[in-house]
């Protein structure tokens, strides 16, 4: 029933019932191997899992193997950026005063779209020239939220409206980031 090739042909059988109640055959589950004697691929723009396979062990349907030394990524999408969440740094300013972060973080929240909301207000000690030491201080704001419902431009927009000045958003994505390509398994 499964090709040769398939990450579950040696899995065994089990019994299970079924919503029915009727006991039917299914794979048991599979265990993830353990990867060693590994090397690592920088994530480029326009990479595919069947393209990486082929390029690396001449089966572009061993794709898995890749997917399986990269347990922390839940969908094979977002190993290569390709998921369907994305997340953006967005540089903040602030005219005079406190920051209005609970304005922030409670527009941004109901945003729809929006998965998490992380702020970052970095404060570092910074040499001057003559040995002089000064604060720099560094907002910012990541936003993980839906590709498909929400764009950077639209949660810059939002921002502003909080009271924020917004720099040029920066993706937190995979491109440059290695992923972990375990030997070809015989």
């Known amino acids: 029933m499964f090709d040769k090739l398939s990450r579950y042909l040696d899995v065994p059988d089990i019994a299970v019932a079924d919503a029915r109640g009727r006991v039917v055959a299914a794979k048991d589950v599979r265990p993830l191997p353990e990867v060693t004697g590994t090397f690592t691929h920088t994530v480029d723009s326009g990479d595919r899992l069947d393209q990486l396979a082929f390029a690396y062990y001449r089966q572009p349907l061993q794709y898995w193997h890749i997917c399986d030394a990269n347990p922390e990524f839940l969908s094979p999408l977002d190993l290569l950026d390709g998921g369907p969440l994305a997340t953006h740094r967005f540089p903040l300013s602030?005219?005079?005063g406190t920051p209005p972060w609970a304005a922030l973080v409670r527009e941004l929240s109901r945003t729809v779209g929006v998965d998490e909301v992380?702020?970052?207000?970095?404060?570092?000690?910074?040499?001057?020239p003559g040995g002089a030491v000064v604060e720099q201080v560094v907002r910012a704001?990541?936003?993980?939220?839906?590709?498909?419902?929400?764009?950077?431009?639209?949660l810059s927009a939002v921002i502003r409206?909080?009271?924020f000045?917004?720099?040029?958003?920066?993706?937190?994505g995979r491109l440059g980031r290695p992923v972990v390509v375990p030997p070809q398994v015989s």
Request: hydrophobic content about 45%; aromatic content about 0%.
């Open 94 to 96: 602030v005219r005079q």
């Open 141 to 154: 704001v990541l936003v993980t939220h839906a590709r498909a419902s929400v764009d950077a431009q639209a």
């Open 161 to 163: 409206s909080t009271g």
């Open 118 to 128: 992380t702020v970052i207000d970095d404060v570092t000690a910074v040499s001057q």
């Open 165 to 172: 000045g917004v720099g040029i958003p920066v993706e937190q």
